[in-house]
């Protein structure tokens, strides 16, 4: 079943609107969760309620490309539970590794300054990316956003796991330069 038909059935408030998006998205969403969830158990309420949050937002919500609306979900769905499970400890998970290279690059914050510099933070990263080769864009939002683990990315890309490290370690220096360069660091 395609995207359009499966958003239809949410429109119509069918039952058959969760389960055809399992079917057709269940394994990329468990993916993600996995990646950033140790436990299956999580990864599976992970994607449980992101399939709530779905079938909540459409209606009136229409994405636009339904696997994409699905995946930024269940993400952020599991990095709530994440945070949650790990309040008082930290662990050697794809998440917290993923988190702790990036964190010499980007830092996050909550008061109304911050909010401010992480959208700019952010808008820059998205025109960094841009200027990045495809694939090395793609090695990047594999690790950090889909918080992917180095050997996962480098079997994808048929790469060494150094070459993928180098990579990862190249462009967040460039990334650092960007930032620095627009006064974001």
Known sequence: MDDKEI??????????AVAETDAKYGKYCRKIAANILSD??????AV???????WNSIPPHEPENLGTFLGKIVRNVSLKIYRKNTAVKRSSDNY????????????????????????????????????????????????????????????????????????????R????????KEGLL
């Not at 958003?7 to 058959?16: A, G, K, P, T």
């Not at 299956?40 to 309420?45: G, I, Q």
């Not at 025109?127 to 480098?154: H, M, N, P």
């Open 40 to 45: 299956s158990r999580d990864a599976d309420e």
């Open 173 to 180: 220096k460039k990334l650092m330069k960007a930032l620095d």
């Open 48 to 54: 449980n309620e992101a399939y709530l949050g779905a």
């Open 96 to 171: 917290s590794l993923a988190v702790d290279e990036l964190g010499e690059c980007v830092s996050g914050g909550k008061n109304a300054h911050e909010q401010l510099e992480a959208k700019e933070t952010s808008e820059c990263i998205d025109r960094f990316l841009g200027t990045l080769k495809a694939y090395e864009r793609q090695v990047f939002v594999c690790r950090y956003w889909y918080f992917d683990s180095i050997s996962d990315i480098a079997k994808r890309f048929s790469f060494t796991e150094g070459k993928v490290r180098s990579m990862l370690f190249r462009t």
């Open 7 to 16: 958003i239809s059935l949410y429109f119509s408030r069918s039952q058959d």
